[in-house]
């Protein structure tokens, strides 16, 4: 493309230009015409081209040089010309008239010009900025138009897909793509950048697999569709990371986990055996020390047992391998027996059943106390020794509700998604020191929303929080 924009603007090839087509214009008056005044009507048609012409051309600078000389010339010829007194005056009049008339044309077309050589000077300073960014960024990038032509990508797409894409390719329905979800091969219109430019969405953030060079690639796909100022959609981006490295150290870390845990699980089923069965052999009656050594043993038996469950539970979850066995339960009667075992553990905090509405709901009862469990213990660990927690089962548009509430440290509203993450602890002082790893409430909420549920929590900093879930009801045909 022609950088129009970098132009510098000549005022000699006007002025040489203008001088010439007035000794040319005096030729034709004498020599061709044979008549001094012939010149006069054809001059002022000429000049004004010339002016146009050149204002155009060479901007403001062009068109005043070429109006001077203009000026310069019809003067010459009002002198030259013999003319009487009122030939005379009328001749400067309209000269100067027309001169007025001249400048102005000339610095209003040199002016529109000069904008519009800045402004393409502009866009294309923008695009050469863009495009830097564009292919240096550590990320691949494609554009294309509204109808899915790719018509921009950067040098990283080839390295993350393996293949090049190259300029003018068709991205839509019958585009076989490099990708995989779930080991399904993904069809180009469930690719982000086709359903960004067909629903004029923006997609974030979407995980697929590709295969390059015989290995697999994990990759973080966004989109997003261009729009005009109608709104109307014009073209669309996507933006694809690689996050393979990442991806495979997770992989080894959760296969780690995965067979850690496994290996702990063993050693202590057996401690726990062995443990009561010493409990049995001892008197325990007559020595009380002993009695108190192995009350504490119990208790972080059971800890560690916990920590080791839980971990296995996540490692399941991660690998999709968390079962259930379901079958009709009645939640307020799960929630009650939770309730009564729960309320051993602690002495000074009394767990409340402040509504029990009997509701029928399909489920696996283990995973379901494990959830509740979760949460009373939570509320308990998390608040003081003499605030009550209060537990209510109910019904509420079709959906059977357990709320958990607590009058205790409470969660700061930008933390309250966050802890349902997996491994997410709040990093407050204040609660540091409780024993935990974060892993309860991310299985919680696997849990219920494989049951179709939800969970959620309320909570005021300092004021205590009420976790709540649902669980969609049966319904029963009458
Ligand atoms: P943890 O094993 O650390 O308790 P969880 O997943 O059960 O793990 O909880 C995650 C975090 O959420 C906890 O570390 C705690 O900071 C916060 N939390 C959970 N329940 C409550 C509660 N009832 N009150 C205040 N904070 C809570």
């Known amino acids: 493309m022609e950088h129009l924009g970098e132009k510098s603007y000549s005022w000699k090839f006007p002025l040489i230009t203008s001088i010439l087509m007035a000794i040319f214009t005096e030729f034709y008056a004498y020599e061709i015409a044979k008549d001094p005044k012939a010149n006069g009507l054809p001059a002022i048609f000429v000049f004004i081209g010339l002016i146009l012409y050149f204002s155009f051309r060479e901007g403001i600078r062009g068109g005043f040089t070429t109006t001077l000389v203009t000026l310069i010339y019809y003067l010459y010829i009002i002198y030259t010309r013999n003319l009487n007194e009122e030939e005379l005056n009328t001749s400067i009049e309209t000269t100067f008239v027309l001169g007025m008339l001249y400048f102005f044309i000339a610095g ?7 904008t519009l050589d800045h402004v393409i000077e502009r866009e294309l300073e923008q695009r050469q900025r863009l495009e830097t960014i564009i292919q240096q960024l550590p990320v691949g990038i494609v554009i294309t138009d509204k109808e899915g032509k790719v018509v921009q990508v950067n040098r990283q797409i080839k390295d993350i897909l393996g293949v090049e894409v190259p300029i003018g390719y068709q991205i839509g329905e019958n585009t076989i793509t490099k990708f995989f979800k779930k080991g399904i091969p993904v069809n180009g219109s469930d690719t982000p950048i086709y359903k960004a430019l067909k629903y004029g969405d923006t997609i ?22 261009i729009h005009n100022r109608e709104d109307k959609v014009i073209a669309a981006a996507t933006i694809i990371a690689d996050n393979t490295p990442q991806k495979e150290v997770e992989l080894r870390k959760d296969d780690f986990v995965n067979m850690a845990s496994h290996e702990l699980k063993t050693p202590l089923t057996s401690m726990k055996l062995y443990i009561d069965s010493l409990e049995k052999r001892l008197n325990l009656i007559e020595d009380l020390k002993a009695n108190e050594i192995l009350i504490n043993i119990k208790d972080q038996t059971a800890r560690l047992q916990k920590l080791v469950n839980d971990l296995l539970d996540v490692s399941r979850l991660q690998t999709g391998k968390l079962t259930f066995e379901l079958e009709n ?8 027996d939770t309730i009564n075992l729960l309320q051993n553990s602690t002495r000074s905090q009394k767990i409340i059943l402040t509504q029990k509405d009997p509701l029928t709901i399909y489920g696996d009862k283990f995973r379901l106390y494990q959830v509740i469990t979760n949460l009373i ?3 308990i660990k998390y608040s003081h020794a003499y605030q009550d927690i209060l537990v209510k089962v109910y019904k509420k548009d079709n959906m059977a509700i357990v709320s958990v509430q607590d009058f205790g440290l409470g969660i700061a509203k930008e933390e309250q998604q966050k802890i349902f993450e997996r491994l997410y602890q709040i990093n407050d002082d204040t609660i540091k020191t409780f024993p935990g790893f974060g892993m309860g409430l991310f299985i919680s909420r696997e849990i219920i929303t494989r049951h179709r549920g939800e969970i959620w929590v309320e909570s005021e900093k300092g004021r205590g929080s009420t976790f709540y879930f649902s669980l969609p009801l049966i319904k029963y045909e009458i």
């Open 204 to 225: 974030v953030g979407d995980d697929f697999v590709v295969e390059r060079n015989g290995r697999q690639g994990f990759l973080q796909v966004s989109a997003a569709a």
């Open 329 to 336: 339960l009645r939640l307020d009667e799960v929630v009650e």
């Open 108 to 114: 209003t077309v040199g002016w529109l010009r000069q």
């Open 377 to 379: 213990t939570n509320a």
